[in-house]
């Protein structure tokens, strides 16, 4: 039973961030030294006894891969925590002070306009350097995606990298799995697109108000960008943008 206090590793549990159908984020801190981190821990539970271990092996070798990036839109990994005794194990990561990248605002204000634009750019950016590294993250949506504060404005942090690549990414939010993935084709960089143009689009959709129906929400963006989003999210893979 995980509870606040509780110690994990070199870490000590201090408050939970959030749980989803694998996992539970606590922000935590090294027990001798006051650094904060975010702790994702896997519930044992969820997967069967047999596939642990390997899961495990999985786990460290993505950390050991993602802890070699340096990006300013990702966290950075300090490595994986095993708890021997009861067979938890999770990853710990840099934490950060911030939202899910939803409820920006009404798209139709300029000013959310720039805002949202300009967070999409950095995730943009980030997702193509991550291609470009024949890496795919394969889980963008909302909750992955904080936005923080910044000396020169809000910075979008892409979290769960190393989950994804060791194929514990979960696709709770099941409105951000693309068409490919539904019915279990490979997921590419092109997937990540899509998931980056639904994640606007729904940006676009929720910040609109319940009395605006989607088509009547999406005039609000500029044409330009409208069509950028309506290719992206096109469901056959190859009628998408060759990249980010």
Same mark, same amino acid.
């Given at each position: 039973m995980l509870t606040g206090g509780s110690v994990f590793g070199e870490f000590k549990l201090l408050s939970p961030l959030g749980r989803g159908p694998k996992a539970s984020v606590w922000v935590a801190s090294r027990v001798y030294r006051e650094e904060r981190v975010a702790l994702k821990i896997l519930d044992p539970g969820k997967l069967p006894a047999?596939?642990?271990? #390997?899961?495990? !092996? $999985?786990?460290? #070798?993505? &950390? &050991?891969? $993602? =802890?070699?990036? %340096?990006?300013?839109?990702?966290? =950075?990994?300090? =490595? &994986?925590?095993? #708890? %021997? !005794?009861? *067979?938890?194990? *999770?990853?710990? &990561? %840099?934490?950060?002070? *911030? =939202?899910?990248?939803e409820n920006m605002g009404h798209i139709g204000d300029p000013l959310v306009l720039d805002r949202v634009l300009h967070l999409m750019t950095q995730l943009g950016t980030l997702l193509s350097w991550l291609h470009k590294h024949d890496l795919v993250h394969g889980n963008v949506k909302p909750t992955n995606v904080l936005v923080t504060p910044g000396a020169y404005g809000p910075t979008v942090k892409l979290l769960d990298l190393c989950w994804s690549l060791a194929g514990l990414g979960s696709p709770n939010a099941r409105a951000f799995v693309s068409p490919e993935a539904n019915v279990r084709e490979p997921i590419t960089a092109l997937t990540d697109q899509w998931a980056m143009a639904k994640l606007l689009h729904q940006l676009v959709v929720k910040g609109s108000g319940a009395d605006i129906s989607a088509s009547q929400a999406l005039t609000t963006l500029p044409l330009p960008v409208l069509r950028v989003m309506k290719r992206a999210l096109e469901n056959s893979p190859r009628a998408r943008f060759n990249s980010m």
């Open positions: 047999d596939k642990q271990k #390997r899961k495990l !092996e $999985a786990l460290v #070798r993505a &950390t &050991t891969r $993602a =802890g070699r990036l %340096e990006h300013a839109n990702l966290p =950075g990994v300090y =490595g &994986t925590v095993v #708890r %021997e !005794e009861d *067979g938890l194990f *999770g990853i710990a &990561t %840099e934490y950060f002070d *911030g =939202g899910p990248f």
